[in-house]
């Protein structure tokens, strides 16, 4: 087992994740310590399964929340706690196995070299990605390049990713949303403009079908439109901040 970091930890925002949770999580603790899985009022019975994992386990932590609110209140439950306990990184990934858990010490390197940035996954898709999200991600890729000014984002929605907690913890108390599928690509944002500059580096996603195990709760009409008022906001909060984006694009 790792020896545990009292700084960096990896948070997995879990609900109803199908068949490939435990060696999600396993895998996860092969790499790194603490890890800690926010279960999210799940109802599929991996609560009870992750506690056992847990018993067994001192490098994993289970949180449990009574009802389902959202991975992006998932996360910021996580990061609440984990700032309490001293820590200062969240490295989040998935828990149906879609993000490489072999990436996690490269990730947290890189976060430990430059800790005021962000470290973002830049996803590495195989043959089996649906076109639909390979596609949809383009959208709000270009976007969310044009609401920071380009200043690095590489990609917006990729859940792998290291953040420095105390600005994320600012930014999600200052605003009702980013509390579901709007949490990836707003935090990215909101973080550029917060002066939290990104690292990207690649890192393979992977599709299952679902008799492979593959669970995805991303519903295209909901959830698309949950992005296209996420990203109407955020153009009205980058019209307002352009003087300041365009004096440190200037400057940079
Ligand atoms: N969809 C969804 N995911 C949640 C929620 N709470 C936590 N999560 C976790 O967020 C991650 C991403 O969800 P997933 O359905 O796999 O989305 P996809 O990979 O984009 O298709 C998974 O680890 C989920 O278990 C929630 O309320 N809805
Ligand atoms: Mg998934």
Excluded at 63 to 92: C, D, M, Q
């Amino acid at each position: 087992m790792p020896a545990a970091s009292k700084t960096h930890l990896v948070l997995i925002p879990s609900y109803n994740p199908g068949p490939k949770v435990l060696d999600t999580v396993r895998a996860a603790l092969a790499q790194w310590a603490p890890v800690w899985v926010v279960v999210d009022g799940s109802t599929d019975g991996s609560t009870e399964k992750l506690q056992a994992l847990a018993a067994n386990d001192a490098g994993l932590k289970v949180i449990v929340l009574p009802e389902n609110r959202g991975k992006g209140s998932a996360v910021l439950e996580g990061i609440t706690l984990a700032a309490a306990a001293g820590f200062t990184h969240a490295l989040t990934m998935d828990s149906d196995g879609q993000h490489p858990a072999d990436l996690i010490p490269a990730f947290m390197a890189a976060s430990q070299a430059e800790p005021a940035k962000m470290v973002l996954g830049k996803p590495v898709f195989d043959a089996d990605a649906p076109a639909l999200r390979v596609n949809g991600r383009k959208v709000s890729n270009g976007w969310a390049n044009l609401e920071t000014l380009w200043m690095g984002i590489g990609d917006s929605l990729y859940g792998f990713r290291v953040y420095p907690i105390q600005p994320l913890i600012r930014i999600m108390r200052a605003t009702r949303f980013m509390r579901r599928f709007d949490f990836d690509p707003e935090a990215v944002v909101r973080l550029c403009w917060a002066g939290v500059r990104p690292i990207n580096i690649d890192a393979p996603v992977r599709y299952f079908r679902a008799d492979e195990g593959g669970v995805s709760h991303f519903k295209y009409l909901r959830d698309n439109t949950l992005l296209t008022w996420m990203h109407t906001r955020l153009f009205i909060g980058f019209v307002l901040r352009l003087p300041m984006l365009l004096v440190r694009y200037l400057t940079a």
